[in-house]
Structures are given as structure tokens and as C-alpha cells.
């Protein structure tokens, strides 16, 4: 089992400086399998017209549509963590995103759906995201897809969602009836940001050592979450070995 790397620096043609993406799609992507469905990387990539590599990416298809593109690949936020390759003895997998930071988390979760080499542990994903002015949680990027993998059981654990948003946009969320509802599969809402102790929620289970956390978002919620799981304090008392973390800037 190879380690699954989350991020391309991405060289486009005429332009000498390399843009960095995030892949959100499963590494077999990108192999060739039965020759039904070409190989393709999937990239998260912003609309950012100050980001020439990002904006030219952004072009109508039909401009760029038989270009060719190099890619290297980067980064240390991997997995299965280097720590333990095989996923020897990690009973529990908690995952956390803040906004775009659902990015390299669905790559991973995907990479678990579709893997039965392995006995595959309890997966537990918190996500916590801005509503949408417009449209319930489908309209939030990856949610449909995370609730399908949970739903279809290609992955087994908890998944939940920590909503904040203008008071208006929460308003309109509460009274639609079907709002937790996505892809036919009830998902689990919380209003209000989302804190390291929601992570560990029984304080009088202090062996913590089969589980691995990958936590991705803003710099403030990463190093908040970290702190707070390495403190010590009951319940949250988590090697710093144990802990993966990429800052989304």
C-alpha cells in the first residue's frame, strides 16, 4: 500500500510557474483499468483570476481541451500516515474539514471506499462549513458525495456537519423539512462551530492510541484543534504523533 499524495504543483503551457491543487478524486483515477473510462486527476481549483495557472485552467473548455500539462506531486499531508503504512492497529480514522479543506479529505475517503485490501477501520467526519445563502446542505461542496459513501457503505463511521452562516440563512434552514436530508441519507447537523472536544466526546475513554486524526482548514482552526488535542486535559489527551494537519491559507 502506497502513501495516497494529496497535492499537485500543476504546469500549464506557457506559463514557467507552477500552480499547487489539491486532487479530490481516488488515486485509481488516474490508472488505467478497463478501458471504459480514460484515466483523469481531479483538482479543487478556485476561480482566481490573480492566479494565472488557475485562471488559465479556467478557460472555456474548448481553449484548453488536447493541451498538455506536467505535473509533480507534494506534500507531507498523506495517507495512509507514514507513521504507520499499513494501518497496523488504527482502529478509528477522524477526519476534519473547515470549508475547502473537505478537499484532500475526499480523496482520502475515497481511497478507503474502494480499498478491500485492508481491514478498514471506523471513520468519523466532522465538517464544518458556512450554509449557503441559497440551497440546504446538497448545495455545500462534497457533502453529496461524502453522505454517498456512508450511505452505500463503502465507508462505516459517523458523519456530521457544523453549520454557521448569517442568522437568516440558519433560519431558512431549520423550518425546510428535509434539510438534513441528502441523497436519501439523514445527516447529522449542528449549528455552531465546531471544537476539539466534539472530536472525543467520552472524557472517561482515555485510549486514544488506535485512532489518527487529519484535521484541514483555516490556520486558526488547525492549530486551535491541535493544541486542544495534544492539552492533556481529560479526553483530549492525543500524541502529536497521531495528528496530521494541513493549514488551508
Known amino acids: 500500500m502506497t ?3 494529496i497535492w499537485l504543483d500543476t504546469y500549464v503551457p506557457g506559463i514557467s510557474r507552477a500552480g499547487g491543487f489539491t486532487i479530490t478524486c481516488a488515486p ?3 490508472a488505467s483499468c478497463d478501458g471504459l473510462v480514460a484515466p483523469y486527476l481531479e483538482l479543487a481549483i ?8 488557475a485562471a488559465w485552467l479556467w478557460q472555456p473548455a474548448e481553449n484548453i481541451i488536447g493541451s498538455n500539462l506536467h505535473v509533480r506531486i507534494g506534500g507531507s499531508f498523506v495517507f495512509p500516515p507514514p507513521s504507520r503504512p499499513q494501518l497496523e492497529n488504527i482502529e478509528r480514522i477522524v477526519f476534519v474539514a473547515g470549508g475547502v479543506g473537505i478537499n484532500p479529505l475526499m480523496s482520502m475517503l475515497s481511497y478507503i471506499g474502494e480499498t478491500d485490501g485492508f481491514s478498514k477501520p471506523d471513520v468519523s467526519v466532522f465538517y464544518a462549513s ?7 446542505l446538497e448545495s455545500i461542496l462534497f457533502v453529496q458525495r461524502v453522505a454517498a459513501l456512508f450511505a452505500d457503505g463503502r465507508v462505516k463511521g459517523k458523519f456530521k456537519m457544523y453549520l454557521t452562516g448569517s442568522p437568516e440563512s440558519l433560519q431558512r434552514f431549520k423550518r425546510c423539512r428535509k434539510a438534513h436530508r441528502v441523497i436519501d441519507k439523514l445527516v447529522e447537523v449542528q449549528e455552531g462551530r465546531l471544537s476539539a472536544a466534539d472530536l472525543c466526546p467520552d472524557p472517561t475513554n482515555g485510549d486514544r492510541s488506535s485512532s489518527m486524526f487529519y484535521i484541514c482548514g483555516p490556520p486558526t482552526m488547525t492549530d486551535s484543534m491541535f493544541t486542544s488535542l495534544t492539552s492533556g486535559n481529560p479526553g483530549l489527551s492525543i500524541s502529536p504523533a497521531q495528528i496530521m494537519t494541513e493549514r488551508w491559507w
Open 3 to 5: 502513501d495516497l499524495i
Open 130 to 136: 458556512k450554509l449557503p445563502d441559497r440551497g440546504g
Open 46 to 53: 478556485q476561480q482566481s483570476p490573480e492566479n494565472a495557472v
Open 28 to 30: 485509481s483515477s488516474a
